[in-house]
């Protein structure tokens, strides 16, 4: 079992960043995988972002060039840089972990809230 619990998230201008950070209760070094999803108001939980223990990472092609996926595993954390942030990018972001390339893990945090508005 792994607690996630992510923060980070809130108001931002079109063009703007945050950085979204998730912490996790326990050593993350095991996973296969560190992802990021996110989930719009009326859409389903699409995958934006993941992160592989050899540090191979995927992205959603919405973001590409846009954020950055990273984790620290020394500190148990994983990270979203998110540049030139759009109002479509307006989602609850969530933390996962144990999943793969494809599909997501069974350990989510509770979400963060995601408003690129002007």
Known sequence: ???LVESGGGLVLPGGSLRLSCAASRSIFNFN???WYRQ???KER???AVITWGRVTKYA???KGR???STDNSKNMAYLQMNSL???DTAIYYCNAG???TTAGPYWGQGTQVTVSS
Do not use: N
């Open 1 to 3: 079992q792994v607690q």
């Open 33 to 35: 995988a560190m992802g």
């Open 61 to 63: 092609d919405s973001v």
């Open 46 to 48: 699409e995958l934006v």
């Open 40 to 42: 719009a108001p009326g």
């Open 86 to 88: 759009k109002p479509e």
């Open 99 to 101: 999943g793969g390339f």
């Open 67 to 69: 954020f950055t996926i």
